[in-house]
């Protein structure tokens, strides 16, 4: 079992609708969460991180946790051509070493 | 400067040829970190230094990878006799402490290694 799942995708969304991620991830004992966006070619861009079960809000991006069911996700409200691009879950394995998923990528049709 | 950054951005190598990437971290970061993407792959862990040392280099893949960094500043991966599947794209990170307790690692443009 790998230690961050993610589907990947593509996620293809209508501009203006809510891109919905799921994660979920093997190790009960991660604490910190976090959402990359990695467009084509380019590095990893940190977009929102979560540390308590519940929500986090920022901006148009919305993370979910839930511990009990090991389970992170990102909506992405009102989509933008511009949120294409491939959104990476990565969990902590330590303090300083992030287990990341394959990625899913999301693609916003004008 | 004013991100992290690697070079060369690409590479081309004839399998077992050694080969040198480097990376400069963002100014006074300590914490840096070298991460190896493949084609549909997520981020491999590699090997993580604060300041000089390295006190994990549980994800190095073989003996034929190693890494310093000297001056708590550039690191240096180097690849011998490199094999295709080394073939990635070499990400290198940096922070200022350790990423997880809130520190933002902030991710270079990458290395893209195609050995050949």
């Known amino acids: 079992q790998k230690e961050v799942e993610q589907n990947s995708g593509p996620l293809s969304v209508p501009e203006g609708a809510i891109a919905s991620l799921n994660c979920t991830y093997s190790?009960?004992?991660?604490?910190?969460f976090f959402w990359y966006r990695q467009y084509s070619g380019k590095s990893p861009e940190l977009i929102m991180f979560i540390y308590s079960n519940g929500d986090k809000e920022d901006g148009r991006f919305t993370a979910q946790l839930n511990k009990a069911s090991q389970y992170v996700s990102l909506l992405i409200r009102d989509s933008q051509p511009s949120d294409s691009a491939t959104y990476l879950c990565a969990v902590n394995q330590n303090d300083y070493k992030l287990s990341f998923g394959a990625g899913t990528t999301v693609t916003v049709r004008a | 400067g004013a991100g992290v950054s690697q070079s060369p951005s690409n590479k081309v190598t004839e399998k077992g040829k050694d080969v040198e990437l480097r990376c400069d971290p963002i100014?006074?970061?300590?914490?840096l970190y070298w991460y190896r993407q493949s084609l549909g792959q997520g981020l491999e862990f590699l090997i993580y230094?604060?300041?000089?040392?390295?006190?994990?280099k549980s994800g190095l893949p073989s003996d034929r990878f190693s890494a310093e960094r000297t001056g708590g500043s550039v690191s240096t991966l180097t690849i011998q006799r490199t094999q295709q599947e080394d073939s990635a794209v070499y990400l290198c990170?940096?922070?200022?402490?350790?990423?997880?307790?809130?520190?933002?690692?902030?991710f270079g443009e990458g290395s893209w290694l195609t050995v050949v």
């Open positions: 190790d009960r004992g991660s604490q910190s």
């Open positions: 990170a940096s922070s200022l402490a350790p990423g997880n307790s809130g520190n933002t690692i902030y």
């Open positions: 100014s006074g970061h300590t914490a």
């Open positions: 230094f604060q300041g000089n040392s390295a006190p994990d």
